[in-house]
């Protein structure tokens, strides 16, 4: 769910200091291409200028192209989580597209109740790129309103992005009473404890017992051995070009147990879907083969 490279309130495109060449863009958007997937166009570059201008600031750096001297060594992997962080906008919000909740609810818990109620089997569920946690923690609200004692069952759901700074804040639980509002009522009061001024909302411990929060970069190794009975990985591939989603779908595929169910964002499809070993399921919605 993490959306990359819209403006921020407050993006300021009238900074001083040496103005971003096209050359140095190119040399940035190639390094974030091949760190995390990332394809930047032309169009965004007074935007990329802005980010990076703070970043530089940050670290007493004058010129571009003196940072791009800094984040291209290998040993500065830190230096190029950072950057990653820095063009990325993370925009969440709980039960985004309902329709796919709703599908989730009627069509894969019962597959996952079935196991947890036999306990013949671990179910899995992954957030891939889950931003400020609002969609893990959605899924967790529909489980456990399924089945209550969820949390004390073999049931877990992997929440993933390749940002440590949004995942921190994820991880904390904590949302304001804006950010709550599309949480139903019943779900607010059942699962998150409210500030006394009620100006923010903080996840109760069983449904933060439900979520383990780690950093994935998706085009890296995934260190997960079993598979998951949903993929919910939206309005992340967006973002990336046309290879770096092809290889991503054999790689979800192989992530799903047979009949898995993998759910994109709105304007995301898997293309081609003929070979791919997928089959239509609804909206955005795809099944394993």
Avoid at 83 to 96: E, I, K
Avoid at 114 to 135: D, F, H, M, V, Y
Avoid at 266 to 289: C, D, M, N, Q, W
Wanted: hydrophobic share 40%; with cysteine; charged share 25%.
């Amino acid at each position: 769910m993490t959306e990359r490279l819209d403006p921020m309130v407050g993006d300021n495109l009238e900074l001083a200091g040496s103005a971003l060449s096209d050359h140095d863009f190119r040399l940035i958007t190639r390094i974030a291409l091949d760190e995390a997937g990332l394809a930047i166009p032309q169009t965004k570059k007074a935007l990329v200028q802005s980010r990076l201008s703070r970043r530089l600031r940050a670290l007493g750096i004058g010129e571009f192209a003196e940072y791009i001297a800094l984040v291209s060594l290998p040993e500065n992997r830190e230096e190029r989580r950072e950057l990653v962080s820095v063009l990325t906008t993370n925009v969440s919000s709980f039960f985004r597209e309902r329709h796919h909740f709703d599908h989730f609810s009627q069509t894969v818990w019962p597959r996952i109740a079935a196991k947890l109620g036999n306990r013949t089997a671990p179910a899995r569920i992954w957030s891939a790129g889950c931003s400020s946690g609002q969609e893990p923690y959605s899924i967790a609200m529909e489980c456990l309103r399924a089945m209550p004692d969820a949390a004390s069952r073999d049931l877990l759901i992997l929440a993933s992005d390749i940002d440590p700074v949004i995942l921190q804040r994820a991880a904390e639980g904590r949302y304001t009473q804006a950010e709550v509002s599309g949480i139903p009522e019943r779900d607010l009061r059942t699962h998150f404890t409210p500030a006394p001024d009620k100006t923010s909302y903080s996840a109760n411990d069983t449904l933060r017992r439900l979520v383990r929060f780690r950093e994935l970069n998706l085009h890296s190794a995934w260190p997960m051995r079993g598979q998951f009975e949903a993929i919910f990985c939206r309005n992340v591939l967006i973002y990336f070009d046309e290879d770096h989603q092809r290889r991503l779908w054999p790689r979800f595929h192989d992530a799903l147990v047979p009949g898995g169910f993998l759910f994109l964002g709105h304007s995301e499809r898997i293309h081609p879907l003929e070979g791919s070993g997928f089959t239509s399921a609804g909206v955005t919605i795809y099944r394993k083969s």
